[in-house]
């Protein structure tokens, strides 16, 4: 039975042909229900962000023909950064970020070339943290990624 809802029935024909579970793809509501917690956040929410970036990040490797444990530790460090640069609690976002910087430590110091097009966004989100978004670090940083595919560490 094809579902009623536009973007599930893209579920069914774009991803899971592809060898997408569905059990993977359950996990994202795992991963986005912390976020309704009241702040200041804890652990729990670094913990359901890292969920996130690890399932979209190696929902995207499988996509792009790699590995999803190529990507994870990528998306976990990335999602972390995303939601402290979105978090208008300004104690919530400063632990996200503190996360954020345990978790880059995690990310390999060389990422394969076949998930790189997806892992440029951890390696903007590195520059974002390292060096406070500046323009000639991110595009530094993404050019390093796709030649090399290091992130910034310091």
């Given at each position: 039975m094809t579902p009623a809802e536009p973007r599930l029935q893209a579920v069914n024909t774009e991803l899971l042909?592809?060898?997408v579970s569905r059990k993977a793809l359950s996990g994202l509501e795992d991963a986005w229900l912390p976020l309704l917690d009241p702040f200041p956040w804890g652990k729990a929410v670094a913990d359901g962000l890292k969920l996130r970036g690890r399932?979209?990040?190696g929902v995207g490797a499988r996509l792009l023909g790699g590995d999803p444990a190529e990507a994870e530790a990528a998306g976990a460090f990335w999602s972390l950064v995303d939601g402290a640069q979105h978090c208008s609690d300004v104690a919530s976002s400063d632990m996200?970020?503190?996360?954020a910087k345990l978790s880059l430590g995690e990310v390999p110091g060389k990422l394969p070339r076949r998930v790189r097009p997806l892992?440029?966004?951890a390696a903007l989100a590195a520059a974002d943290l390292?060096?406070?978004g500046s323009g000639?670090?991110?595009?530094?940083?993404?050019?390093?990624?796709?030649?090399?595919?290091?992130?910034?560490r310091s």
């Open positions: 042909p592809r060898g399932i979209l990040f996200l970020t503190r996360e892992t440029v966004l390292l060096y406070a000639v670090a991110r595009v530094t940083a993404a050019v390093g990624h796709r030649l090399f595919g290091t992130l910034p």
